[in-house]
């Protein structure tokens, strides 16, 4: 069956623009994840989502970021007025259910977001 | 607040023995504790889960301990081959979401 997919798969935008990435997670995994990835840094979490709701907001690193998931399945990420400081490799992962680490997450091939 | 540290950034290992990476904890209790491998350019991939009434978990060449009195896991990998070259995550579970440390990063050295 498919993996995780994201899209686009390299974004290049002008610092002050906003950008939106999207995730399609596995068919049937109720649990998605958003994560960032900075050269040489370990994954920062960022977000998750059980069906619809976003229980948890506190990773979001500021408001200008927000995510949202439809149809307990697509979830789109949404980056205004980026910064520089942006640029990373932004990862989605779903799971079966949300499962307190009990459940292994399968990970997309990242969005590798560059800031000019 | 919870802390994980992975024993080194970069470790170099000679074909064919055993690499061994360790993760540490602290601040925490987790229930659970899971192993992933990344490759450059692409998302982790699940290796190995393990839980804390669990001492060792075995998958092939993978081994994994869970010391839940040292907060320490460790990550073997024996008969090593330069195809095991890659970032080792190891991730822990808190509260509906999953920590990660920042990875080893393996090469076996042909």
């Known amino acids: 069956g498919a993996g995780v997919s994201q899209s686009p798969s390299n974004k290049v935008t002008e610092k002050g623009k906003d950008v939106e990435l999207r995730c399609d997670p596995i068919?049937?995994?109720?649990?998605l994840y958003w994560y960032r990835q900075s050269l040489g840094q370990g994954l920062e979490f960022l977000i998750y989502f059980q069906g619809n709701s976003a229980p948890d907001k506190s990773g979001l690193p500021s408001d200008r970021f927000s995510a949202e998931r439809t149809g307990g399945s697509v979830s789109t990420l949404t980056i205004q007025r980026t910064q520089q400081e942006d640029s990373a490799v932004y990862l989605c992962?779903?799971?079966?259910?949300?499962?307190?680490?009990?459940?292994?997450?399968?990970f997309g091939p990242g969005t590798r977001l560059t800031v000019t | 607040s919870q802390k994980i540290e992975q024993n080194s950034e970069a470790l170099n290992i000679q074909e064919g023995k055993t690499a061994t990476l360790t993760c540490n904890y602290t601040?925490?209790?987790?229930?659970?504790l899971q192993w992933y491998r990344q490759d450059p350019g692409r998302g982790p991939v699940f290796l190995l889960l393990?839980?804390?009434?669990?001492k060792e978990k075995r998958k092939e060449r993978l081994k994994v301990t869970f010391d839940t009195t040292l907060k320490q896991s460790l990550f073997h990998i024996t008969a090593s081959q330069p195809a095991d070259s890659a970032t080792y995550l190891c991730a822990l579970d808190g509260q509906d979401k999953i920590i990660f440390g920042k990875g080893t990063r393996l090469h076996i050295l042909p």
């Open positions: 992962a779903s799971s079966l259910v949300l499962g307190q680490g009990r459940y292994e997450q399968y």
């Open positions: 601040n925490y209790s987790p229930a659970y």
């Open positions: 068919s049937g995994h109720t649990a």
């Open positions: 393990i839980r804390e009434n669990e």
